[in-house]
């Protein structure tokens, strides 16, 4: 999978355990599977960084934490908007 398919399928796949977080609580089986397809996506993310940028590790991090963050910031910017 290309990094921008992964990059769509992680945001899609938070946004689903936010909502399903939000809806049965974090300790619902459901939210903690949505969890875990997550963090496969996370690290299949992350290995393919570092596959196709093998030449300068920091770089990769840099990216995956400038992703994670913008990310978490567009899935969370929803839900405080819609709470209020």
């Known amino acids: 999978m290309i990094p921008a398919d992964l990059e769509f399928a992680i945001s899609k796949k938070r946004e689903e355990m936010i909502k399903i977080g939000m809806d049965k609580g974090l300790l619902c089986n459901e939210t903690i599977k949505c969890s875990q397809e997550l963090d496969k996506l996370l690290n299949d993310y992350n290995y393919v960084l570092i596959?196709?940028?093998?030449?300068?590790?920091?770089?990769?991090?840099?990216?995956?934490?400038?992703?994670?963050?913008k990310t978490i910031y567009k899935s969370l910017r929803g839900y405080i908007i819609n709470f209020f």
């Open 51 to 69: 596959e196709t940028k093998r030449s300068n590790p920091i770089d990769v991090y840099q990216e995956f934490l400038i992703f994670l963050q």
